[in-house]
């Protein structure tokens, strides 16, 4: 069950904001629901604002379901216009509350670091770890672009946006001459003269 590491997880990072857990007082005793099929997890709000592990068959009072690749979009790339593809039912306030919380939260790894290895040790290491991060953000955006330059110029896969034009362009030709041949077509057989039967 995810519900319990996740609720673990995520009491870690509301141990020291307050103002996060004071939002969320008010629905005490209330159950959320969050679906990213094939997972779920339930949690139920305490009476000090943090979150316990609630049974995923309890009826909870709000479900929010995403998609994998929409959480990754909102979690890891803070993309906003990544919300509209999150879907809410049951109590909206609550969950805006939960996932409004949830969304302004953020882990102080050099913070948790520091307080194993030390601070100059946990301050290298958030460091590199940062740095690596950004380059693999680099790397797989080059790897991307190169791929789409790969599929639209080397080996034809995809089309080209110029390619796209000229055909698009070539239909357009294509269907007014039609239109003027059948047209024309109209013209002549309305001229020609009826045969008369033998």
Do not use: C
Not at 35 to 52: H, Q, T
Not at 114 to 119: A, K, L, Q, T
Not at 132 to 138: D, V
Not at 172 to 182: A, C, F, G, K, S
């Amino acid at each position: 069950m995810l519900s319990a590491p996740a609720a673990v997880a995520l009491n870690h990072l509301l141990r020291d904001a307050e103002w996060a857990r004071a939002q969320l007082i008010p629905f005490t005793g209330r159950i959320v629901r969050f679906e990213v099929a094939p997972l779920a997890v339930a949690f139920v709000i305490e009476s000090d604002g943090r979150l316990a592990a609630a049974p995923l068959e309890s009826e909870a009072a709000a479900l929010v379901q995403a998609s994998g690749p929409t959480l990754v979009r909102l979690v890891w790339l803070r993309d906003e216009s990544a919300r509209q593809d999150v879907r809410v039912t049951g109590d909206t306030a609550l969950a805006s509350a939960l996932t409004g919380v949830l969304s302004a939260m953020h882990w102080d790894v050099e913070e948790d670091l520091s307080r194993v290895i030390g601070d100059v040790a946990a301050h290298r290491v958030a460091q590199a770890g940062s740095s690596f991060l950004a380059w693999q953000g680099r790397t797989a955006t080059n790897l991307a672009q190169s791929l789409a330059e790969y599929w639209t110029e080397e080996r034809p896969v995809i089309a080209g946006s110029e390619a796209v034009r000229e055909f698009v362009q070539a239909v357009d030709v294509l269907r007014d001459d039609t239109e003027r041949l059948e047209k024309r077509v109209e013209r002549l057989s309305s001229r020609a003269i009826p045969r008369s039967g033998s």
